[in-house]
T-cell receptor, first 114, second 116 residues
Framework: TQLLEQSPQFLSIQEGENLTVYCNSS?????LQWYRQEPGEGPVLLVT?????EVKKLKRLTFQFGDARKDSSLHITAAQPGDTGLYLC??????????????FGTGTRLTIIP | DAGITQSPRHKVTETGTPVTLRCHQT?????MYWYRQDPGHGLRLIHY???????DKGEVSDGYSVSRSKTEDFLLTLESATSSQTSVYFC???????????????FGPGTRLTVL
């Protein structure tokens, strides 16, 4: 069974601070997706990284895929209250039946204090 | 926002009763999915559909069945609800296979189910 462990599980910081959350696995993934989920809503895709070592920026959010494609990180600069939410990573891989599958991580619940 | 609705949004039921959750889309997407979300487990796939009357099992399909008689509707049924099925259920849709980075899954707002 492939597992994606996210850390920290909970993070509460002041507005304006920087933070990094991690998504780690012992398995290799073809690609890695990051989602943000707000209370009472479903997850929304933020970004997909495909190449080992790839870095993508989305305004104040920087996503990196590990060189070995087993891990990823999300760095937020100057956090704002609007960044509050549950951040999920999801890894794409090939199942035992030869088709694609998506494995979701356990999530990091981020709270930005004004 | 993708046109996805789920009904009901909240439900409380008793152990042993049947429960049906509905997902409705207005995007005419081919693929539809049912996930459950539990603390410490992230999202886990229950069943998915790749067309009308075409469905397949996910990683946690035991105790659940699905049906898709129309492109726009995907029903999830708990034949005899158990307390372990207390969870938040999310429906998702995608135009092509949402398991690949070449497509995107769009999620509904979720249904909170409590089985007493």
């Amino acid at each position: 069974t492939q597992l994606l462990e996210q850390s920290p599980q909970f993070l509460s910081i002041q507005e304006g601070e920087n933070l990094t959350v991690y998504c780690n696995s012992s398995s290799v993934f073809s690609s890695l997706q990051w989602y943000r989920q707000e209370p009472g809503e479903g997850p929304v895709l933020l970004v997909t990284v495909v190449t080992g070592g790839e870095v993508k920026k989305l305004k104040r959010l920087t996503f990196q895929f590990g060189d070995a494609r087993k891990d990823s990180s999300l760095h937020i600069t100057a956090a704002q209250p609007g960044d509050t939410g549950l951040y999920l990573c999801a890894g794409e891989s090939i199942s035992n039946f030869g088709n694609e599958k998506l494995t979701f991580g356990t999530g990091t619940r981020l709270t930005i204090i004004p | 926002d993708a046109g996805i609705t789920q009904s009901p949004r909240h439900k409380v039921t008793e152990t042993g009763t049947p429960v049906t959750l509905r997902c409705h889309q207005t995007e005419n997407h081919r693929y539809m999915y049912w996930y459950r979300q539990d603390p410490g487990h992230g999202l886990r796939l229950i069943h998915y559909s790749y067309g009308v009357k075409d469905t397949d099992k996910g990683e946690v399909s035991d105790g659940y069945s699905v049906s898709r008689s129309k492109t726009e509707d995907f029903l999830l049924t708990l034949e005899s609800a158990t307390s372990s099925q207390t969870s938040v259920y999310f429906c998702a849709i995608s135009e092509k296979s949402g398991f690949s980075h070449t497509d995107t899954q769009y999620f509904g707002p979720g249904t909170r189910l409590t089985v007493l």
